[in-house]
């Protein structure tokens, strides 16, 4: 038997947000991340672009946000079920923030090619 309570809709999205906010308390690079997902969501849709493009853009700027939760998470549960240092614990937050990492790189890889594809 799994340890879950019944599904509801309306609580299981607060519990969403409540992560969410959770996230934007604690997490200061969440929060730079969703600052300049504000700023160049707002730049993008100034810009010149076809809708394909700009629906690209706008998506790829929730690949990092949604990396960083996930990295945030793995964050917590490795410092709950090993709170002294621990080289498996290090290699996981470090893997973690590899992939927080990588998003960004694939996301600025997207912006510059439409912006050179623009040029």
């Not at 309306?10 to 504000?38: C, D, P, T």
Request: glycine content about 2%; some cysteine.
């Amino acid at each position: 038997m799994r340890n879950q309570p019944k599904y509801h809709l309306f609580k299981n999205a607060r519990y969403a947000l409540s992560g969410l906010i959770a996230a934007l308390k604690q997490e200061m690079s969440f929060r730079i991340e969703v600052f300049l997902f504000i700023i160049l969501s707002i730049a993008f849709w100034m810009l010149p672009l076809p809708l394909s493009q700009r629906a690209i853009l706008q998506f790829s700027l929730f690949l990092p946000l949604i990396v960083e939760l996930l990295n945030s998470a793995i964050e917590r549960v490795v410092d709950l079920a090993m709170p002294d240092i621990h080289p498996l614990a290090k290699e996981a937050k470090d893997m973690g923030a590899a992939a927080v990492m990588l998003s960004l790189f694939a996301t600025l890889c997207l912006w510059l090619y439409v912006a050179l594809k623009q040029i």
